[in-house]
């Protein structure tokens, strides 16, 4: 542990690496570790206690906008993607050390997604397909080609979901590589989407249609929030 102002630098006992600083909203006064290194509390010069939860190495940086970024259910561990980036990172929260790689994204990657169980990895390839990759098995890999670039997945226990540039939203079957049905929801391309009880909450970009929709499992546009 070594301290400067309202910064604490911390570093792995094994073996040095730094892990990311901790950043406190006044001066340092006294810095306690938990013996697995999970918890950080940091005394501060007017009197308050701050805790820090699991600090971990940084991974590697990723050439690009890393627009790609999901955590896997156990909290163990993330995949990471980026804008010019060929790979796919499979990374190990605790140490920051990439885990696995997968390559062949020579336009990179807008988005991924952790099926629910974690043992597979969903990435919106931006050639025009949807790749699922098998945590285990790194040469397992099953591509779902969709004619438009994915911009968005969602994995949940109802299946496998992709937004497109076009404003597609596709329920995909990541065990046999298909693509069970598409409905074109918003004037938009799709940003982002989100699990919702009544179905799937889409995230438009740009023009009239840019804001949020909530969309049935049906395809049925339910409601619409301008933004």
């Known amino acids: ?10 570093h792995r006992p094994s073996d040095g690496v730094p892990l990311p600083s901790l950043e406190v909203g006044d001066e340092v006064r006294a ?3 938990d013996a697995a290194g999970a918890v950080v509390a940091v005394g501060r010069a007017d009197g308050r206690v701050d805790v820090f939860l699991r600090p971990a190495a940084a991974p590697p940086p990723l050439p690009g906008a890393a627009h790609a970024v ?8 993330a995949a990471l993607g980026a804008d010019e980036s060929p790979e796919v990172l499979l990374v190990d929260l605790a140490t920051g050390r990439v885990a696995a790689r997968w390559g062949g994204y020579a336009q990179g990657v807008r988005a991924v997604a952790f099926s629910p169980d974690g043992a597979r990895v969903a990435v919106a390839d931006r050639r025009g397909a949807v790749e699922v990759l098998v945590v285990d098995a790194p040469d397992d890999r099953m591509r779902i080609g969709l004619g438009t670039r994915p911009r968005a997945l969602l994995w949940d226990a109802t299946g496998l979901w992709t937004g497109t540039k076009d404003g597609t939203l596709a329920r995909l079957d990541p ?10 929801v918003v004037d938009a391309a799709i940003w982002d989407l989100s699990a919702h009880p009544d179905g799937v909450v889409v995230g438009g970009h740009a023009g009239p249609d840019r804001g949020l929709a909530l969309v049935s499992r049906n395809g049925a546009v339910r409601a619409r929030l301008p933004l």
Do not use: N, Y
């Open 1 to 10: 542990v070594a301290v400067r102002g309202r910064r604490v630098g911390l």
């Open 31 to 33: 810095v306690g570790v």
């Open 70 to 77: 999901a955590g896997a259910p156990s909290g163990k561990a």
């Open 175 to 184: 065990d046999g590589g298909a693509v069970l049905a598409a409905w074109r």
